[in-house]
Every structure is written in C-alpha cells, then in structure tokens.
C-alpha cells in the first residue's frame, strides 16, 4: 500500500513539473493536424533525453528577462531566461513568515522564525509568530528625558528639554544640561533691605529690619517700615541753656558765649595784681593776660559768687566771702563759680605774700610762684573756666 501511494505521488509531482516547465507553451500536434498525432495526442511524447516527459521543443527568450510560471505546489512564481536564450525552471519561492507553505514541503514558516531587525537606536532580533514578525528586540526610539541619555536616538542628549520652576519670589523656566536641571530663571531671595520690597520673599515686607543710631548724646536703634527707617531712639540733642551742661551733647558746656563772662588780670606795682571785668580799668592798671579766665554771668544752680575786695591799703583780693572775709569791702561782683569741678572748669589757685594776693589757673606758675617768689598757696578759691574749656 505504502509503494503504491509513494508511486501515485511521484508521479503526479512529474506530471505537475512538465505542465508548469511548459505552461506557456502551446500544445504539440501531430502530423494531420490534430492534437496527440494519430492517437489524437499528436507526437508520442515519450521520455526525453533527461530521462523526464519530452516537453518538445524548447521555448526561445530574451536571456537576462523573467517571466511567470506556475510552481509545483499550484502557486504563482518565476523564471529567468538564461544565457542559452531558454527559460529555466520554474523553481519553488523561498519560504517566507506569511502563514504559508511556500515551498511545499509540508511545513509553514520553517527556517524563518527569527531575523535581524533594527531601529534608530541599534540593532535587534525579531521572531516570526503567527505568519507575522514581531518581538523585534532592538531599543526604540522613546521621548527625550532628563537622564543624560540620548533617548530618542538622535545623536543629541537631552536636546531641548525645559520645564517650570520657582522659588518663593516667583517662577520661571530651567533647562536639563547632561542630565541635570539647572538655570531656574525664577527671582532668588535676596537680603531683606529697608526699600518697600519683600527681597527674600517671606511674605512680610522690611520684616525685622533694624539698625543703630545715634546722636551727640547716645546711642539708640532705628527701625524700617514701608521702606523708610524710622526715627532714631537715641536721646535726642535738645537746645544748649545756661545750666553748667551740655546739653547739645558737643562736648561743651554753656557754648553760648552769653553764659559767661572774662576775667582780665593786670598788675602795678604798688596796687599788686587786680582781676576785673572791666578791660579797661585792668588796662590801665597795667594788663598781664586779657580774658584770664572766665566766670558765669548768672548762677547756672548750684553757683556761689565770686567777688573782687579792696583791702584798707588799696590792695584787691578775690574772695567768695560775702563780707570779703572781714579784711575789706566788695568792690566788684566777677560773677558765679563752682564750688568744685564740673563741666570742664578750672581750679582757680590763691596765693599771698607780702600783703599781694595772687590768682592763676595755671598749675606751674602756682609752683613758680612758690619756689621763686616766695608765695604762699592758699589753696582753690573756686572753679572757673577757660577760653576753651566745655
């Protein structure tokens, strides 16, 4: 049973060979004009010189063109005329991932079940399932990431990639460098300033703004609000009075020039040394030092009198003795003095000797006085002032 199917299929494959080698050539006929001869089947076709069916003869053609053909298995394929000027045969197509038998072997889609694929990313496998390719494994081509990869395969990295950003002032736009998001071109927080703007973008404007201050007579703080600084805690310099301060705060007390007023010295030799406010009496004295020193025209508080006595012999002392110490009488009221030292005063120094008083602010020629002409120091009458003194 097996021989006589292999046989019947042998047979039928020859059969189907010699039709498809010969299918676009038209039937032989014999010799009275009819097909198959004088059988009606015109010339014996016998076997060829291959040992194959004779096919008769062979069909002409231009080498190098194809032409259609029917293949052993039914379906449509091709021929290539050859060098010779004849056609060859009419082979099976290769098989193909379609779902068919291409080559009539019993099998679909044999050998073909996987194959080199590619995308703009490289290279892959693909497999045949189905009659169709699919799976391909090469990477593919996805939208660009801020990864610092070149995700779309399109030779650039991270080209064109920009995405909003902020920051407590406000927002803005930052772009990705090498994987990287940089440049956020939103305002940055500043350093709060006294300028009516909230700089570091707390939500409160000049918040916590301070500074310190002064004026001539301390220290204090200042604070900003709605852009400007406030006014200054410091005390404040009030308007210089006549009260043995200073009250302007400029290191000078009673800098008015009306406060006080100049004591000149002068000196004959027989009255002695006198101390006078008048610079014209002194001057006819004989004046030593215009502006001596100097004495407050009205007690500023806390002041006593300092008065100029004349002594029964004509001689003058300075005493703050009312009844001019029982030696004498006043003859001239200077002004008022301290009864110590305050606001940049002076010691006024009282010396005797031989019936002459003698006055001076100054601590050497007291000394002088002392060691070459004999004087006696008394001690301080009181305290006065300076040309310069505060």
Known sequence: ????????????????????????????????????????GGRDAGVGSDGGPDAGPAETCTPGTEDVCTTVCG?????????????????????????????CDGSVDEDVSSRACSSECGGGTETCESGSWSGCTATMPRDEVCDG????????????????????????TEMCVTGAWLGCTAP?????????????CDGTVDDGLSRPCSTACGTGTETCAAGLWGACSAPPA??????????????????????????????????????????????????????????????????????????????WFLT???????????????????????????????????GNHFYTTSAAERDSAVSTYGYAYEGIEGYVFGASSG
């Open 320 to 354: 703050r003795n009312s009844a001019c110490e029982g030696a004498g009488s006043i003859v001239e009221t200077l002004g008022w003095v301290a009864g110590s030292e305050i606001c940049g005063s002076i010691p006024l120094h009282r010396l005797y000797a031989d």
């Open 1 to 40: 049973m097996v021989r006589v199917l292999l046989a019947a299929s042998v047979a039928l494959a020859l059969a189907l060979t010699g039709a498809c080698a010969n299918s676009s050539v038209p039937p032989s006929t014999g010799r009275d004009g009819e097909p198959g001869g004088r059988d009606g």
């Open 149 to 172: 990869t070149d995700n779309d395969c399109d030779s650039l990295v991270d080209e064109g990639l920009t995405r909003g950003c902020s920051t407590g002032c406000g927002s803005g």
């Open 238 to 315: 009030p308007a210089e009075t006549c009260n043995a301060a200073d009250d302007d705060c400029n290191g000078r007390c009673d800098d008015l020039g009306a406060c006080r007023r100049a004591v000149h010295r002068g000196h004959s030799g027989t009255a002695g040394h006198v101390y006078s406010t008048d610079l014209a009496f002194v001057t006819s004295i004989g004046l030593e030092a215009e502006s001596f020193f100097w004495v407050y025209a009205a007690d500023p508080g806390g002041f006593t009198r300092l008065y100029r006595c004349t002594k029964p012999g004509g001689r």
């Open 75 to 103: 379906t449509t394929g091709r021929r290539t005329c050859g060098s010779t000027g004849t056609f060859g045969p009419c082979g099976p197509p290769e098989e193909d991932c379609n779902g068919v038998d291409d080559d």
């Open 188 to 200: 940055r927080p500043t350093t709060e300033t006294c300028n009516g703007i909230d700089d570091d």
